[in-house]
């Protein structure tokens, strides 16, 4: 798997990528802690239909989980940890038969469409006031956004939804990726 366009969603999103490997702030922690839980749920719950129990309670609402960053990170356990995500990742498309590279791709393409792409001329980097979110393009964002960010990546500008924990979220204009053809051909 190519990792650019992942890099083009972090850089889109407003935040940076790091050259070699750093423990990062608690905040950046508790994201990539969300980010990666709450996909992992996604795939259980909907994916596989697998109810996880935590303590006796049951998770139905992988958006539902709270983070507290209260532990000094490991550098060994992060590699080891995500290694570990990774392997098992790939064993439940092996496992499964999934099509992991060919979605991977589309959802990466999918993931782009979440940044509003605005004419230069009429927009400038820095918060959008709330009363231009709709990007002279119609757009509407959901309730759970506090602010719509302007940013350049690659000569372009872009407006990028943001929850209070910093999660990119999706304007009006963003369509689901569609993994059918994928689905059927396997």
């Known amino acids: 798997m190519d990792s650019k366009k992942v890099k083009t969603f972090i850089e889109l999103a407003g935040q940076k990528t790091a050259e070699k490997l750093i423990l990062g702030t608690p905040e950046q922690r508790k994201l990539g802690a969300q980010l990666l839980l709450s996909e992992t749920l996604e795939y259980l719950i909907k994916g596989l239909g697998v109810i996880p129990n935590i303590h006796g309670n049951p998770v139905h609402d992988p958006e539902a989980i709270s983070y507290d960053a209260v532990n000094d990170p490991s550098r060994s356990e992060m590699v080891d940890g995500l290694s570990d995500v990774a ?48 990007c002279d ?37 963003y369509r689901p990726v569609n993994l059918e053809p994928l689905i059927e051909m396997s």
């Open 137 to 173: 393009r119609g757009i509407n964002w959901p309730a759970e956004v506090k602010s719509v960010e302007v940013v350049a990546v690659n000569g372009d500008l872009y407006a990028v939804g943001k929850d209070v924990r910093g999660k990119v979220r999706k304007p009006s204009s």
């Open 87 to 134: 392997y098992t990742m790939y064993w439940n498309a092996l496992t499964f038969g999934a099509p992991l590279e060919d979605a991977f791709n589309l959802v990466c393409d999918n993931n782009l469409e979440k940044f509003v792409k605005l004419d230069a001329k009429n927009f400038k980097q820095g918060t959008l006031p709330e009363d231009r979110w709709h």
